[in-house]
């Protein structure tokens, strides 16, 4: 966190009430996890120190923290604000939401719905979420297995370059390519289509290019963007957890303040009058969950 | 577009290459920082930066390859360019015979530590590594270094200080970055751009 902290930190925890709220109605619940982790193979990603015994992670990857401590019996739906290190002493601050051992097709409905209703509750309209698929570059490269490795790391870097050295017809080539450039609000895949036409936003495109954590994930992925900040608001995507399905996805805070504006009175009722009928119509808001503003 | 262009050997050929792309585009000789004109912008900053830059709003960006594998910047790379070409090499002084596998507690003098602690982790040779700010190629001779990670283009520079290339770590070039975000939000103007610097590329001028 840097400039101006205080601020900064007023508008993060703003932005953080906010999408705490959205996912409690979504029925989310918040965990909270220790800032440090003994090092081991499900946990590897951190800032790392040693005491000259074990080797720790301060503030690691949250998904894995939370994976390395549960088991996949029960359905669950949790939430999580922290700050994540990656090998240095500051981080990207985090609100990411997980949906473990549901049914797949509804979790990835309901996480991307979670995402624009939180969007919206925080007065972000201008936004877009696209979604890519592992399943269509893995059915794309299915007569290429020597090269889909490669075949990723070009799409990953959008490089012209890789494509062009690989040992493939041209018309595969171009293939690749169409491939790569489509981005639209339907498409050939069934299973993606459907979840674009049950959604029915306009900010939501199939976009085969989107291929961020392309072997982490199982299948679908996201990317939340907004023209009005050059850098990602979030991303996430399925996976499976001990042979259940996941869906999961992070907002980056920082990211997400480059586009709020704040709220603008719109989350709290301003309350004038005597001291008598403000403190009784206080009382009775803030037991109903309604944020108040007292005139003085 | 917002571009940004490293300041230094790189830039002339950057913004030739620019110009031919974009004939529209015009970038003053007075070197100022910030160049405005039209519907572009053009940074000019340091070469350690443009990945930065790019990463974090700026559409599109030019800078070599030994950059960008050092700041891990998380952007596209579409192309490599025909410029810059340079490789990233461990040397050492001339009467010495270590080889890098041998270089175990040796202090390497580099403006590349995170090349440099890759490429010897990758060997298992625990180092010490030694930022400096530039003129890496003095380190060894000032008492501060037992070897350097350096960029080395004809390798001159280092047989002048008495030192000897042993190992290239990274080939270098020139590579156009493009951010996330803005190939998507630009996508008909990033890959008009692409496909125009592909052209001047591909007719050699």
Known sequence: ??????????????????????????????????????????????????????????????????????????????????????????????????????????????????????????????????????????????????????????????????????????????????????????????????????????????????????????????????????????????????NADACGFAFNLESLLDVFTGLEGRDREKLGGTNKKKIRRARDRVENGVTIEVKS | MKFVLPRGRLLDDAIELLRQAIPSLTIEENR?????????????????????????????????????????????????????????SVARPEEETSSPEGMEGYRIATEYPAITREFFRSLGVPVEIIVVAGSTELAPRAGMADAIVDVVQTGNTLTANGLEEIETILESSALLLVNRISQKTKFDRVNELIYSIREVIKNGT
Request: contains cysteine.
């Open chain 1, 1 to 242: 966190m840097n400039g101006n902290w205080i601020n900064q930190s007023k508008s993060l925890s703003t932005v953080a009430r906010v999408l705490r709220e959205n996912y409690d109605l979504w029925n989310y619940r918040e965990i909270l996890l220790p800032a440090i982790e003994e090092a081991g193979e499900e946990l590897d990603r951190g800032t790392k120190f040693t005491d000259g015994r074990e080797f720790y992670l301060i503030k690691p990857d949250i998904t894995s923290q939370i994976l390395s401590r549960l088991t996949a019996e029960k359905k669950r739906k949790l939430f999580y604000i922290s700050e994540v290190l990656d090998g240095e002493t500051s981080g990207d601050w985090q609100f990411g939401a997980e949906y473990i051992g549901g049914d797949k097709g509804w979790m990835v409905l309901e996480i991307i719905s979670s995402i624009i209703t939180g969007l919206e509750s925080l007065g972000i309209e201008d936004f877009y979420v696209d979604i890519g698929s592992k399943q269509v570059w893995e059915s794309a490269t299915s007569d290429l297995p020597d090269l889909r490795d490669e075949v990723f790391r070009a799409l990953y870097h959008r490089s012209f370059d890789l494509i062009d050295d690989l040992d493939i017809t041209e018309k595969k080539k171009d293939e690749v390519w169409r491939l790569f450039n489509f981005r639209d609000q339907r498409c050939s895949y069934t299973r993606l289509n459907e979840i674009l036409k049950t959604i029915d936003d306009e900010r939501i495109f199939a976009d085969f290019g989107t291929v961020r954590g392309m072997h982490y994930y199982e299948d679908l992925t996201f990317e939340l963007y907004s023209p009005a900040t050059g850098s990602p608001l979030g991303y996430g995507g399925e996976y499976t957890f001990r």
């Open chain 2, 32 to 88: 100022e920082l910030i160049h405005s004109n039209g519907d572009h912008e053009v940074l000019l900053a340091k070469p350690a930066d443009v990945p930065t830059y790019v990463e974090e709003g700026a559409d599109v960006g030019v800078t070599g390859r030994d950059m960008v594998r050092e700041k891990s910047a998380d952007v596209f790379i579409p192309l490599s360019l025909p410029f810059g070409v340079c490789r990233v």
